[in-house]
């Protein structure tokens, strides 16, 4: 029996403000930290906001999102020294592709690129 990670059970709300400082402290905004979330999952700006007031645990908000984009599978390159592509466990790889999607902003990539429009 393996056990999870302990960030599967983490309240998004409690790192939701890491992701606002990394992507505010280079420019970037609220909107599109929320944007980023809201186009991986598919939840509404409302239903976002309704998830950090319930503290969801990100095992609860992945699983229960509404509409998973299907282009998040185009998302690639290496976040925390591991190929994000190559992450078996599915929750994992939610989190990783949202981790990735921050650095992008953070580094100043344009938001068609980061949402791969």
Known sequence: MTTK?????TPVAHVYP???AKA????????????????LTGYTPKQLEKQL?????FETFFAK???PNPARK???GVI????????????MQEI???DKLVDELAKGREMEKILRS
């Open 96 to 98: 990783r592709y949202l």
């Open 65 to 67: 999102a509404p509409k």
């Open 80 to 91: 925390c020294g591991v190929r994000v592509e190559d992450i078996k466990e599915p929750t």
């Open 24 to 39: 505010e402290k280079k420019g970037r905004t609220k909107a599109e930290v929320d944007a980023i979330l809201c186009w």
């Open 74 to 76: 185009l998302i690639t």
């Open 18 to 20: 890491y992701y606002l």
């Open 5 to 9: 990670h302990r960030i599967f059970a």
């Open 53 to 57: 007031k319930q503290q969801t645990d």
